[in-house]
């Protein structure tokens, strides 16, 4: 039995894909952010928050979460088949390029906060929202074990709009 087999056995039950060895809980991360962006046009002071946004990697998150096995899922990630963390890792990547594009963008659209055009916000909001989910999905499918479902250049497509 190898190590990878081991650790999916010990993954079973505490929200660890014993297969993939990855955790939804990484994604509470960009869930963070995305909800944050949705409210820049109502709420323009949130943009300190989007602003003070970083990206975490993986181990990282798990460090500063209060999730009960985050000892587990960080030695599970670390030991993830290739073929499931290498897409994982490269979505993590676009998305947390895409959150930095998004808090730069948006911090410059409100500026101070009291003369802005909320209509150009909130479409921009709307835009970059909807881009991070969908890598979020993309993320959860190769969680779940479902793989990466549409290759890089569908990924880039959905950056560039």
Not at 34 to 55: H, K, N, R, T
Not at 99 to 115: C, F, M, N, S, Y
């Amino acid at each position: 039995m190898g190590w990878p087999r081991t650790l999916g056995l010990l993954a079973g039950g505490k929200n660890i894909n014993p297969e993939t060895l990855l955790a939804t809980d990484y994604l509470n991360h960009f869930n963070e952010v995305v909800m944050l962006i949705e409210m820049s046009a109502d709420m323009p002071d949130c943009i300190e928050d989007i602003a003070e946004w970083q990206p975490l990697s993986y181990q990282e998150h798990f460090l500063r979460s209060a999730f009960a096995e985050k000892d587990l899922a960080i030695l599970a990630y670390e030991n993830a088949p290739e073929k499931h963390r290498a897409p994982f890792d490269a979505i993590v990547e676009q998305a947390n390029r895409l959150a930095g594009e998004a808090a730069e963008a948006l911090t410059k659209a409100i500026g101070d906060g009291e003369d802005f055009d909320a209509a150009v916000v909130s479409e921009m909001a709307t835009k970059y929202t909807g881009s991070l989910r969908r890598l979020v999905d993309m993320a959860s499918g190769v969680i779940n074990g479902q793989g990466l479902r549409i290759d890089q250049s569908e990924i880039d497509a959905i950056l560039a709009e």
